[in-house]
């Protein structure tokens, strides 16, 4: 099993809420892989390099990703998706709208922002006809 943990950060350093959920991902078993989205990031990236537990660090610098909007961070967490079991990440608000984007495209139905995400398409659908 293999889990992308999506790294909570400022560019410069992690936040501690990354070490955190870095630890129930280990709880969780299997390879854990840090995805550090941002730009000029590369500082935070090592930082996630000497997390005991992480097995790899994946960086993803551009300047779609630099204001933290959440359409580019699921594009992102969709084109990877395919190799995880598990997508993880803090409760953290920078998150959230991505994780329920992300959790639309791939009908992942295992997040509660998912599941009403996928719950309001479903009425728009009925409503619609479509």
Avoid: F
Wanted: glycine share 6%; aromatic share 2%; with cysteine.
């Amino acid at each position: 099993m293999t889990i992308l943990l999506l790294a909570d950060h400022d560019n410069a350093s992690l936040s501690d809420q990354t070490a955190k959920t870095l630890t129930a991902a280990t709880k969780i078993g299997g390879d854990v892989h840090v995805l550090v989205a941002g730009k000029a990031a590369k500082p935070a990236a090592d930082a996630a390099a000497k997390l005991a537990g992480v097995s790899k660090v994946l960086l993803a610098e551009s300047d779609e990703l630099a204001n933290n909007l959440a359409e580019p961070l699921a594009d992102l967490i969709v084109s990877l998706a395919g190799s995880y079991d598990t997508i993880i990440s803090a409760a953290r608000r920078r998150y959230s709208h991505s994780r329920c984007r992300q959790g639309c495209q791939t009908r992942c139905r295992c997040r509660r922002q998912a599941c009403r995400c996928l719950q309001g398409a479903a009425r728009r659908k009925r409503r619609t006809g479509q």
